[in-house]
């Protein structure tokens, strides 16, 4: 048996969070449920990729798209409980990063 072979789920869980952006998306989602304009301007992705993104993770289980019924309509997005399952996941990330990445540098 070859024990070199990556666990498909494994695979598949890697496949996901390396997405460019969606790390920071579940990461700012952490925070509780928020409008789609405060996620562009907090993570200052565009209007198009970050609703590509949000769908990928709500088609994952992963977010949940709340619209009210109100004027102008208010949508809001908020992780799942699998979602919130990977709050101790971003957490060792964030404590492995303040050890071990080294600040960007500051562009004047």
Known sequence: MDTSVICPRFESAISILSQRWTGLIIYQLLNGPQRFSKLTEVIGISGRLLSERLKNLESQGLVTRTVYPETPVRIEYELTEKGKSLKSVMDEIQTWSQEWIEA?????
Do not use: I, Q, V
């Open 104 to 108: 960007p540098a500051e562009t004047k």
